[in-house]
Nanobody, 123 residues
Framework: HVQLVESGGGSVQPGGSLRLSCDASGYTYSSNCMGWFRQAPGKEREGVAVSIGHGTTYYGDFVKGRFTISLDNAKSTVYHHMTNLNPEDTAMYYC?????????????????WGQGTQVTVSS
């Protein structure tokens, strides 16, 4: 049974930083695909970052070098470090995983999901 649990969300001022964490059970990061998605009210869920193994990562175009996804296989934790946040980054952020080859950034192709953690950027 795979379980993903996010943490680290909160409120931050524009220009600030946050680090999200996703703890996994029943899942091995090193051999599987892990990603972060986000969904703002009234908008579709969009891909933020993904690690597909062997150090290969992809990011949404809107990231523009501000975010970094990283894995700690020993702790079964994936991190999402966000810097230079702006109000448009306000959303529920979700951790997602899949043992196969999901089609990034299509959310529906990822099999496992966390419950989400809220990120709010405002002054």
């Amino acid at each position: 049974h795979v379980q993903l649990v996010e943490s680290g969300g909160g409120s931050v001022q524009p220009g600030g930083s946050l680090r999200l964490s996703c703890d996994a059970s029943g899942y091995t990061y090193s051999s599987n695909c892990m990603g972060w998605f986000r969904q703002a009210p009234g908008k579709e869920r969009e891909g933020v970052a993904v690690s597909i193994g062997h150090g290969t990562t992809y990011y949404g175009d809107f990231v523009k070098g501000r975010f970094t996804i990283s894995l700690d296989n020993a702790k079964s934790t994936v991190y999402h470090h966000m810097t230079n946040l702006n109000p448009e980054d306000t959303a529920m952020y979700y951790c997602a995983g899949d043992r196969g080859e999901p089609r990034w950034p299509t959310a529906s192709t990822f099999a496992y999901w966390g419950q989400g953690t809220q990120v709010t950027v405002s002054s």
